[in-house]
């Protein structure tokens, strides 16, 4: 089992950058395959981006791609997630996520953070 704690969340203007990190306890990490994932008020939580266990495949949702930068670094035990051109419906508290494979489905991911708040201003 792997324990995830998110930061990096915060306010910024549209067009700004932030870059999230999850930092994972555990000895599952370095195998696990990572996702970030959002729930905006009053919508369903919604997949962002995932990335397998060594970094070589990631997975964008469309509106995201070219943007958003999902990564990871083994070593530290992190994930991470460089989000540039952020526009106001990116506005979100997102969520890292573990799961055994790049290919799961959200049900799937066996291991959550308590979810960071990022807040994109027009």
């Known amino acids: 089992q792997v324990q995830l704690v998110e930061s990096g ?3 910024v203007q549209a067009g700004g950058s932030l870059r999230l990190s999850c930092a994972a306890s555990g000895r599952t990490f370095s195998t696990s395959a990572m996702g970030w994932f959002r729930q905006a008020p009053g919508k369903e939580r919604e997949f962002v981006a995932t990335i397998n266990w060594s970094g070589g495949n990631t997975y964008y949702r469309d509106s995201v791609k070219g ?4 990564s990871r670094d083994n070593a530290k035990n992190t994930l991470y997630l460089q989000m540039n051109s952020l526009k106001p419906e990116d506005t ?3 969520y890292c996520a573990a799961a055994k494979s790049v290919l799961a489905t959200m049900r799937e991911y066996y291991s959550w953070g308590q979810g960071t708040q990022v807040t994109v201003a027009s």
Do not use: H, K, S
């Not at 943007?67 to 999902?70: L, N, S």
């Open 9 to 11: 969340g915060g306010l």
């Open 92 to 94: 979100a508290v997102y």
């Open 67 to 70: 943007r958003f930068t999902i």
